[in-house]
């Protein structure tokens, strides 16, 4: 009887994703592998091998950012853990609120602060130092990364942190460990699972960004994003190479998330968030 | 070409600037009240427009974004609302911002309009590409009023397809209290100047970025041949070094808030944001430019014909055609709506350069052949992915081994644990 019901009502998200998840990525793979005309080839694949180093930019740039956010959002999942469950409920709520608005104002702003004449040059002009390049840089691209995609590093990492029972950090302590020890081999094994999901949440969205790159890398520094929304908006209409490019970061993200599971695999697979 | 957006953003920058302590007071003295302006629509012949009455028709009308004089202001006409007074006709009415947008949209099927506004060379793409209606300008008496040197141009050799709306050049915007080169001396190698390195901008197309190298160049702004292109392309590459950032409508609020030097820019545009920052000035370089023309089209997916050309025939009523030169601030090629413009406009030496520099010395796009257009799109991708920056290329491949090898030895060490807890 559980069985049927829970079917039931599973089942407007499952033709939702069998509508709206599973035939584009069909058509994607269909246009990725014909031409104008609609027969196969294998054209649109190897033309994308021209664009290698805008691909090993983008996941370069997204490899920083994804390795900052863990480096700013570790320890701080790890104090919010501790803290009393007030003061971690407003905290959480900091954390969150750049996200109430809307993603492009927020990147906006960025330009206003990095720019040439902008808050932080003239804020440096005062103590006469500058004005230094800051607004279109790669630089600026990973600041906007890191800015826009940490909140999603932070929450599973937390989440997986407040459900640590306290005992087990207090056992070790009981059999010997010192602090290093406590973090190294209790903590940062059971925090993992998070750990493992937020870079997910932050590399997957990072790496096929384009207005982040537009709007904070001046143009100059195209990502695979803006080789892909060129393709299908801007002058070069080629909706098949769009697809095929697309097609490729697909299988990209695919391995890199595979190695991810590799290092997730453990008894406690049930934890796991997201994967 | 979003002049109202526009008009927020240098507002909004004003204040930025009040806020970081620089002067913005000569910024703010320039926003002082337009004067009063009154217009009327008087059309020759109501009983035209009267044909399709109560039949309770919809237009689907697909422009350019703040391309439309919409009555915002005081005593100024609302296109649309005029039309549906006069003909019973809706207009449901949508925009874009790019002609490859628009182009998209109506390759991708699924749409349907019955009036675009492309620019040029996409007109001329899609009359190649079967995608436009042929114009029955019986229907068009208005067409009467078009200035003899937009007829027949060259995207559309013998008119048959669409009917000029507004035109303009593109020259160059700068700072002139920053930069101490005579107006009359700019030209194009400005934007090559590495005095300026880091406070210049461009424009974020291909198109219109490889027209800038090809004036340069001397060549042709419609060269199909790949060596020219390709010198355009080493120009561009060329110019990377000193451009500050590639972008489109952003150069607005950038030379506003004096983020940039110099940038080249559409002249309608120029002149909304001098109105408000008085250090800025625009030249239109002697030695040649891009003359562009936006003209009203009927895409092959059109409902209703007639309608369609009714309303093509409003745009070119001269009270309609003046209502929308004077709001969106770009060039009209409507006589009857040329003589009602006020002295300063049209001796601005802007809006409207002499016949003769116009005929020697600007070019409109026309449509590239197919394989130009791959070619300059490729030359392009390059240009803008090439960087000194860029991390070696093993750095991805090693990454990956390195993952590979951490995950084996994983593997490995997990593999010896299970082991040893078994016995």
Redesign the interface.
Known sequence: MKGISSKAAAAPYLIWMAVFIVVPLIMVAYFAFTDESGAFTLDNLANVA????????S??LA?ISTVICLVIAYPLSYMLSGMKAHTQSTMLMIVMLPMWMNFLLRTYAWM?IL?????LN?LLGFFGLGPY?L??T?GAVVLGMVYNYIPFMILPIYSVMVKIDKSVIEAARDLGCNSVNVLFRVILPLSFPGVASGITMVFVPAISTFIISRMLG?????LVGD?IE?Q??????NPNLGAAISFVLMVILL??MT?MN??G?DDTENDRVLM | MTDKFKKAFSLMTVF??ML???AASEDTAALEEEEEEIQTLTVADEEYYKQLQGQNITLNVYNWGEYIAMGEDEGTLNVNEEFYNLTGIKVNYSTYA?N??L??KL?GGGASYDIIIPSDYMISRMISEDMLCELDFENIPNFSYIMDNFRAPEYDTENKYSVPYLWGTVGIIYDSTMIDIPAEDIGWDILWNEDYA??ILMF????DAFAIAELRLGYSLNTCDEKQLKDAAELLKEQ?SV?????MDEIFD?MG????LIAPYYAGDALTIMEDNDALNFVVPDSGTNLFVDAVCIPSCVKNKLAAEMYINFLCEPDIAYANTWYVGYSTPNSRAYEKLDEDIINDGISYPDDNYLSENCETYSNLTEEA??T???L???M????K???N?W??PL??AL??A??IA??IA?HIKRKKDIF
């Not at chain 1, 720019?115 to 808050?119: F, H, S």
């Not at chain 2, 451009?243 to 972008?247: L, R, S, T």
């Open positions: 021209q664009y290698s180093n805008i691909f090993i930019r996941i370069w490899a206003a720019g040439n004449n902008g808050l003239t390049k607004l279109n790669q001046g143009g100059g520094n195209l080789l060129m299908f908006l801007g002058n070069s209409y391995l890199i190695i590799q290092f695999e | 930025m600037l970081t302590g620089c790019t490859e947008e182009y998209a390759k880091d406070q974020d197309n291909p198109r990377k451009v500050q950032a590639y972008v950038k808030a004096g983020d940039a257009n791959r300059m799109q490729d392009w991708t390059d803008k992915s090439t960087d920056t860029t991390p290329k750095i991805v990454f990956m993952c590979i951490a995950s994983i593997l997990r």
